[in-house]
């Protein structure tokens, strides 16, 4: 039972757009800079989103990230097959003094 | 551009110690812009984060695993370790060497992860 809650899957076309959403509390994800990664099948997760909402250089901004309150959502526009990976969310947790992850979502690329 | 690789045994027995080092290229840990963390995956299962060390040797880590964790920084070799003590089956994951800027959080660079099976 992971402390942040990620939906376990989506899907939609290629071209289409897809939304993520990431759930917490006022002791993590409110207060906290939530940051996002990709884990391409057999590979180590990279770096997508930090400060919720800024890409690292190299990252197309087909690949966007917002925040309100206790929630945070990773968008994708412009679906491409190669996007098909599991996605996290992470940030700190005050309560429970440790960074956190959420279960991760998985993307399909229909 | 910096580089992690963790090394260590593949396969520990239950109750024994796994010890993984992470050789840092292109960078270095001393930098105090940064901090040094494991992170560990279960097979098909979720992120966790183990712990960190600063360039000053401060640690971090998560309570659940608090009793069982050590991180240490060797700034001679640019290296920094993971120790984690009498492991059970429930410890089998791939564990991954991260670097966090910490201004943003950011676990910006991570190395290719090494799978550890507790097995006798």
């Known amino acids: 039972q992971s402390v942040l809650t990620q939906p376990p899957s989506v899907s939609a076309a290629p071209g289409q757009m897809v939304t993520i959403s990431c759930s917490g509390s006022?002791?993590?994800?409110?207060?906290?800079?939530v940051s996002w990664y990709q884990q391409l099948p057999g590979t180590a997760p990279k770096l997508l989103i930090y400060?919720?909402?800024r890409r690292p250089s190299g990252i197309p901004d087909r690949f966007s990230g917002s925040k309100s309150g206790t929630s945070a959502t990773l968008g994708i526009t412009g679906l491409q097959t190669g996007d098909e990976a599991d996605y996290y969310c992470?940030?700190?947790?005050?309560?429970?003094?440790?960074?956190?992850f959420g279960g991760g979502t998985k993307l399909t690329v229909l | 551009q910096v580089q992690l690789q963790e090394s260590g045994p593949g396969l520990v027995k239950p109750s024994e110690t796994l010890s993984l080092t992470c050789s840092v290229s292109?960078?270095?840990?001393?930098?105090?812009?940064?901090?040094w963390n494991w992170i560990r995956q279960p097979p098909g299962r979720a992120l966790e984060w183990i712990g960190n060390?600063?360039?000053?040797?401060?640690?971090n880590y998560n309570p659940s695993l608090k009793s069982r964790v050590t991180i240490s920084l060797d700034t001679s070799k640019n290296q920094f370790s993971l120790r984690l003590s009498s492991v059970i089956a429930a410890d089998t994951a791939v564990y991954y060497c991260?670097?966090?800027?910490?201004?943003?959080?950011?676990?910006?660079?991570w190395g290719q992860g090494t799978l550890v099976t507790v097995s006798s």
């Open positions: 991260v670097r966090e800027t910490i201004l943003n959080s950011a676990m910006s660079k």
């Open positions: 292109g960078g270095s840990v001393n930098s105090g812009s940064y901090s």
């Open positions: 060390i600063d360039s000053r040797g401060s640690t």
């Open positions: 006022n002791s993590n994800v409110e207060n906290y800079y």
């Open positions: 400060e919720n909402n």
């Open positions: 992470g940030t700190w947790d005050s309560s429970l003094t440790a960074k956190v």
